[in-house]
């Protein structure tokens, strides 16, 4: 395995990482700000494909199309299939990311696709699991050290600053909280509601580990 496709590389730090172990990697970074800082930190390493996964067009082939908790972002119809189109005969897929399970009440917690909608996916693709790991259990904790920095650290500088707008900009503020109630009070549910926890994570989601190649 040489070449390898980092979908949602982000930063480009982990691209950077596999080309100093010797690959030859390139990225699909969609948001401009973080592909401007990629490219900085690539310093001409690589192509860069500034859009879409699924609106990558090239003619270069990959040994590896890697989704390091950037799958969840693809439409689940284009997924494989993309991959499918850019990858060298017996080429792999890694995917390390969440998904939704059916479950009883509602999460705080947003984002992945519906498990049972994957593994349908999976199934009817050309593409077989060498590797099939969940490994919710080791995530899980994570999710409790970021409860724990929203309740310790964002609540309260949240609280404090607005308490100095209320002080120096009442009127702006609000203004703000008139046009912008309902978002604010999602975002207050959302981080600060104590329902984003690693027992909330792992009743909701499911973290898993695959690697996948090209039958």
Request: aromatic residues 12%; proline residues 3%; contains cysteine.
């Amino acid at each position: 395995m040489r070449t390898i496709l980092d979908v949602g590389g982000g930063s480009g730090k982990t691209a950077c990482k596999l080309m100093e172990e010797g690959f030859a990697v390139d990225v699909v970074s969609p948001g401009v700000f973080l592909t401007q800082y990629a490219r900085e930190l690539m310093r001409g390493r690589g192509h860069i494909y500034a859009s879409k996964f699924e609106e990558v067009q090239t003619s270069a082939r990959y040994d590896l199309v890697l989704f390091s908790e950037s799958f969840q972002y693809i439409p689940l119809q284009d997924s494989l299939r993309k991959a499918e189109s850019l990858l060298n005969p017996g080429g792999f897929v890694m995917i390390c990311d969440f998904f939704k399970k059916k479950a009883e009440g509602k999460s705080m917690l947003g984002g992945g696709h519906d498990f049972e909608a994957w593994e349908n996916t999976l199934a009817q693709s050309p593409f077989r699991a060498l590797v099939e790991k969940d490994i919710t259990e080791n995530t899980a904790p994570t999710i409790d050290l970021v409860d724990q920095f929203s309740q310790q650290v964002l609540r309260p500088v949240m609280h404090a600053g607005t308490a100095l707008a209320e002080q120096r900009f009442p009127m702006v503020l609000k203004i703000v909280r008139y046009f912008y109630r309902k978002k604010l009070e999602k975002m207050q549910a959302k981080h600060f509601s104590g329902e984003r926890t690693g027992e909330k994570f792992k009743h909701f989601k499911k973290y898993m580990f695959y690697l996948l190649q090209l039958a």
